[in-house]
């Protein structure tokens, strides 16, 4: 039997528990990048002090890769993705961009939305590229030294 690559790993988001927060707050970026995302400690931190905050682990088959936020307000309709990151070592596989896929039918199924905004730290290893090529668009807002990018949701 031919063993499987990494790449064929079914990507799932799933909540993050006392058993695997040591795990999960392990991972983390590029030392180039590591200036455009927090720390994974820190988001679960600020995550478990705003109501609003949805986040999940991501897995690829049964192993720790990534970690999401999303803000989101149901009673305004926004959404906005707070954080996105995966784990150095399992970059350029496509985890990045299935999370996205599944945070993006996450929204959908969500109260009003019809975009999904984020936002970036300009830079040359930033995360700004990933973004437009996804299908988000500059906006021309800016959140202190951050640019906003929206991603039309669409029926």
Wanted: proline residues 5%; negative net charge.
């Amino acid at each position: 039997m031919a063993a499987r690559t990494v790449w064929n790993a079914e990507v799932t988001l799933r909540e993050i528990t006392g058993e695997t927060v040591r795990a999960i707050c392990a991972l983390e970026v590029a030392p180039e990048q590591s200036g455009f995302v927090a720390p994974n400690a820190i988001s679960i931190a600020q995550a478990h002090f705003e109501p609003k905050a949805w986040f999940r682990a991501v897995y690829a088959d049964d192993e720790p890769v990534g970690f999401v936020m999303l803000f989101e307000d149901a009673e305004k309709a926004e959404y906005f993705l707070w954080r996105l990151m995966v784990d150095a070592g399992h970059q350029g596989k496509g985890y990045g961009r299935r999370t996205l896929d599944l945070v993006v039918e996450r929204v959908r199924g969500l109260p009003g939305a019809t975009e999904l905004l984020t936002s970036y730290v300009p830079g040359d290893a930033g995360p700004r590229d990933f973004y437009l090529r996804y299908g988000f668009v500059e906006t021309g807002e800016t959140e202190g030294v951050e640019r906003v990018i929206r991603l039309e949701l669409g029926p």
